[in-house]
């Protein structure tokens, strides 16, 4: 065996050995993990997506920004029954359908102004299959529910307060008042 023909082995099999991993287009994985149902990497993008496109980022943190999608997956997981996530993830593909028909592209990798389309026809409740009326209404539910129970909503825009007014606790009654 002669040095270039060795060098030409080797250079192929590295060239191969690079190329094969984009070859094998793996579904993209999703960072959220669930016990009870599956969910790819491409699904969790479409649920951020709902959930940032109900409450935008603007001078305030959006809905995205408080990890509002991860507290519905985590809801879904753990507080709703079998039926319901598969209703759920069931809907979440024909929510994605009906993008697909209104926008001619995934939910995903629409614009905001096309997203909010999408999200004004189900509203007017128009032609919208049972389940992806399913999956947005408990998506949009979850997704309020998460935004008004976050630390920077109750520190920043409705500030909780433990005790109102003033706190008198050993004086006497008759002093108090």
């Keep these: 065996m002669d040095r270039r023909s060795s060098i ?10 690079a190329l094969l991993p984009s070859c094998l287009q793996e579904e993209k994985k999703a960072s959220v993990t669930v016990k009870n149902f599956k969910i790819s990497g491409n699904e969790e993008d479409i649920i951020s997506a ?8 603007g001078k305030t943190p959006g809905a ?29 593909k024909e929510f994605d359908d009906f993008s697909k028909k209104k926008i001619n592209q995934s939910f995903a990798k629409a614009t905001p102004a096309k997203r909010e389309e999408v999200l004004k026809s189900i509203e007017s409740k128009k032609d919208i299959p049972e389940n992806a009326a399913f999956f947005y209404n408990n998506m949009k539910r ?15 825009v409705h500030v909780y307060q433990l005790v ?14």
Excluded: H, N, R, W
């Excluded at 030409?8 to 050995?17: D, F, Q, R, V, Y």
């Excluded at 979850?142 to 920043?156: G, H, I, V």
């Design 8 to 17: 030409k082995t080797l250079l192929l099999l590295s060239a191969g050995t």
């Design 50 to 57: 709902v959930s940032d496109t109900i409450i935008p980022q």
């Design 142 to 156: 979850l997704t309020l529910e998460a935004f008004t129970q976050s630390k920077y909503y109750l520190t920043q």
């Design 164 to 177: 109102p007014g003033k706190f008198y606790g050993c004086v006497p009654v008759k002093k108090a008042s």
């Design 64 to 92: 995205k920004d408080v990890g509002a999608y991860q507290f519905a997956l985590m809801m879904m997981d753990d507080c709703y029954s079998p039926e319901d996530q598969q209703k759920f993830m069931k809907g979440l």
